[in-house]
């Protein structure tokens, strides 16, 4: 016996009030929409990654390509405000980091 075939027509199945059942797109549209005009601190984007922070300074921010595409200084694009000063903070629009980061997962890990 390869099946076997169970009718629940009749079936019914009650959510408690605090859950809903919304569709991936719509899911994934809210996720975009809680991130956006959001700041990630560097910490976060570590965290977000998994790496360290060698490797994402060495890796990533400070690889000149990609400093031209994400800096807000070098690119009308950008999404990272670099620090002014050693010691300083970066600055990260969320939403767009994790867009990027999703984006170019493959060009950034081939390294």
Same mark, same amino acid.
């Given at each position: 016996m390869k099946e076997i075939k169970v009718d629940i027509s009749d079936l019914? @199945?009650? /959510?408690?009030?605090?859950? *809903? @059942?919304v569709s991936k797109e719509e899911y994934q549209t809210l996720?975009?929409? &809680? &991130?956006?005009?959001?700041?990630m601190t560097l910490?976060? #984007? /570590?965290?977000l /990654? &998994? #790496?360290? +922070?060698?490797? *994402? /300074?060495?890796?990533? *921010?400070?690889?000149?390509? @990609? +400093?031209?595409?994400i800096d807000i200084d070098l690119s009308p694009n950008g999404f990272v405000k670099y620090p002014q000063n050693k010691g300083g903070r970066y600055y990260f629009l969320a939403s767009r980091t994790r867009e990027y980061f999703e984006k170019h997962f493959a060009q950034i890990f081939k390294v």
């Open positions: 019914t @199945i009650k /959510l408690p009030p605090t859950h *809903l @059942i996720q975009k929409q &809680s &991130s956006q005009g959001q700041y910490n976060e #984007v /570590l965290e /990654l &998994s #790496v360290s +922070r060698p490797w *994402l /300074l060495e890796n990533v *921010l400070y690889r000149a390509d @990609i +400093r031209q595409e």
